[in-house]
């Protein structure tokens, strides 16, 4: 009777060592995706249109540029992602798969984390 409450229990323990350790750890994996997502967003937001600013001061992305700034910047952080320019707006996805630690013991191999972010190039008042 001792042995079989030992055995639970420490099954038990077990499981919750597991949903702290990766729970932090996937916690510590959304944060990255925003910094991420909101980083990359914010790289491509600064890809603007160098002559047509000179020539009228209008801001406008070039959206070929906006895109690759943003793919070298989540190239570089070593996280890949989906980039979308619409109008001056960057928006960028990232998914972040992080492997656990202990929950594999139980058949939770990974952990997936999505986040996204968006910049808007803007002239300053």
Same mark, same amino acid.
């Given at each position: 009777m001792v042995t079989a409450f030992v055995v639970i229990f420490t099954?038990? /323990? /077990?499981?919750?060592?597991? /949903?702290?350790?990766?729970?932090? /750890?996937?916690?510590?994996?959304?944060?990255?995706?925003?910094?991420?997502?909101?980083?990359?967003?914010?790289?491509?937001a600064q890809a603007i249109d160098i002559p047509l600013y000179r020539s009228s001061g209008q801001i406008t992305l070039d959206p070929a540029q906006a895109v690759a700034d943003a793919?070298?910047?989540?190239?570089?952080?070593?996280?890949?992602?989906?980039?979308?320019?619409?109008?001056?707006?960057?928006?960028?996805?990232?998914?972040?798969?992080?492997?656990?630690?202990?929950?594999?013991v139980v058949g939770v191999d990974q952990l997936t984390e999505t986040a996204s972010g968006s910049a808007t190039a803007e002239q300053n008042p």
């Open positions: 099954l038990a /323990l /077990l499981a919750m060592a597991g /949903l702290v350790l990766d729970g932090g /750890l996937a916690l510590s994996a959304k944060v990255r995706a925003i910094d991420d997502a909101q980083g990359a967003a914010r790289a491509g793919q070298s910047f989540l190239a570089h952080a070593g996280v890949t992602g989906r980039v979308t320019v619409s109008g001056e707006t960057v928006t960028v996805a990232v998914t972040i798969t992080q492997p656990t630690q202990i929950l594999s």
